[in-house]
């Protein structure tokens, strides 16, 4: 401006000069921008190659399944097994009642023997814990003075067998879920063992393991697909020349582009297409009602009285077969998808949803589910692939009383199916309904037995827990 002041530059000359070394400095700066994009992009795939690179710590075993081996005939009688039921007696004491008669057998399925595990003392309490708080922590009861520091589980053992729902209670922190993901080998314990049908679960190959046991968590997870597709997941799997059809937002493991006749390859071994309504083949058969409230029926009734309620349930399949977005389904997954989804009782609201089973659901999706529904898909899900262990994590937390009761009619068909049942909760209605029950306390087992009985029990930390609720429970 000084020199158009003076004469010596036009106003013009000098409002073009600023413009100019306004865009220059634009573009410094956005060149700046990639040059500390670029840098983090750098530092990021560093990192992730790393983490790609890495040998993960859990390994594939090379045995297969036990049962598997029992329906090849190449199973024998395990000679140790007198010594684990002597052991059992020792253990757990005797659990022999009536209800677990009725219901359940003495074979164990699933065991722990001795397990401790520990995670690194800095990534518990980030390097900053003293010496003198590890002893303080430890006086503080019992239970701290039973581990190592470290330790998250310390020394816990315990069986369960078929047909019986085994509850599991303790204090945030003290170890449920920690079970849980050891059961899954997401975690190798550093000392003891986990034994399936009596075999080491770092014998068995984790697709196996892991297709045993259906596990629901607290706060299940959709992906942004269908939510047949969500039931159904991982299931089966697509082959390479499969595509999705382009209608859809997102590829989808369930989908292809050959038809109603296209065939998916299964990726959960031998007769993975059996149909969800033979939870066990050799004692009963599991149906559902035309209003979808799951209901168990001996397999040598008579097929007379439930003609009906087949007749409907095949009609409604056909509706929902029907539907374009189903051309891609197999017709045994479809069934099996549907079936699930009934026996959890999440089929009505999914009927009332505006695409029914193909409504997209998940992150970003049109359609906004409770957290009620989410759980009962995430049940679905966990009945489709018909495991044999299954582990609620606060399943029921989310839902409302009439639901909450349907699913515990759902743990009972589970039960009368000898199927082995774990479930972590916080609410004394629903572990007095277990058969057994493991208090957990800063890692180790402090109380286990029959809920009544241990609630009567003088000093009981179960009773603790559930002080508040008590009362309420007697009136």
Same mark, same amino acid.
């Given at each position: ?76 009688? $395990? ?59 430890? $006086? ?23 047909? /019986? ?26 000392? /003891? ?107 040598? /009734? ?174």
């Amino acid at each position: 401006m000084y020199r158009v002041v003076r004469g010596e530059m036009t106003l013009g000359r000098c409002l073009a000069f600023r413009s100019y070394l306004r865009k220059l400095y634009s573009g410094l700066d956005r060149l700046l921008e990639i040059y500390g994009d670029f840098h983090f992009s750098l530092q990021s795939s560093e990192r992730y190659f790393d983490l790609v690179d890495r040998t993960p710590a859990i390994q594939d075993g090379e045995d297969e399944p036990a049962d598997r081996r029992e329906k090849d005939g190449e199973t024998t009688a $395990d000679p140790s097994q007198t010594e684990l039921q002597a052991d059992e007696q020792q253990l757990l004491g005797e659990q022999k009642t009536k209800r677990q008669s009725s219901r359940g057998t003495d074979e164990t399925v699933l065991e722990f023997k001795n397990v401790s595990l520990a995670f690194p003392s800095s990534a518990l309490s980030g390097g900053q814990e003293t010496a003198s708080e590890a002893r303080r922590e430890e $006086d503080d009861d019992s239970a701290g003075r039973r581990r190592r520091r470290g330790e998250v589980l310390a020394d816990v053992s315990f069986r369960a067998g078929k047909g /019986g729902i085994m509850a599991i209670v303790g204090q945030s922190g003290a170890g449920k879920s920690t079970l849980a993901k050891l059961m899954h080998r997401f975690y190798d314990p550093q000392e /003891g063992a986990i034994l399936l049908n009596g075999r080491d679960i770092r014998t068995l190959r984790l697709r196996d393991l892991r297709s045993r046991i259906g596990f629901v968590e607290q706060e299940p997870h959709l992906l942004r697909q269908s939510i047949a597709e969500n039931i159904a997941y991982g299931l089966y799997s697509p082959r390479p020349t499969l595509l999705h059809r382009a209608r859809l937002p997102s590829r989808s493991p369930l989908s292809s582009t050959e038809g109603q006749n296209s065939r998916m390859s299964c990726s959960s071994g031998p007769s993975c297409f059996g149909s969800l309504s033979r939870l066990d083949p050799r004692e009963n058969e599991l149906q559902t009602s035309a209003g979808g409230h799951g209901r168990l029926l001996a397999s040598d /009734g008579t097929a007379s009285s439930n003609e009906r309620e087949e007749e409907d349930d095949e009609e409604e399949l056909e509706e929902i077969l029907s539907a374009k977005e189903a051309e891609s389904w197999p017709r045994e997954l479809l069934r099996k998808t549907v079936r699930a989804a009934k026996i959890a009782h999440a089929h009505e609201f999914i009927r009332r949803l505006p695409q029914g089973y193909f409504t997209l659901c998940g992150d970003g999706a049109p359609v906004r589910l409770s957290g009620g529904q989410k759980q009962r898909i995430a049940i679905a899900r966990a009945l489709c692939r018909d495991p044999q262990v299954f582990v609620f994590d606060e399943a029921t937390s989310c839902l409302d009383t009439a639901t909450e009761a349907a699913v515990e009619a759902t743990l009972d068909l589970l039960r009368k199916n000898q199927k082995t049942i774990f479930v972590i909760a916080h609410k004394l209605a629903t572990t007095q309904k277990a058969d057994f029950l493991l208090v957990l306390d800063k890692g180790c087992i402090v109380e286990r037995g029959r809920p009544e009985e241990i609630l009567e029990q003088p000093n009981s930390r179960y009773a603790q827990l559930f002080a508040d609720e008590k009362p309420k429970e007697s009136v």
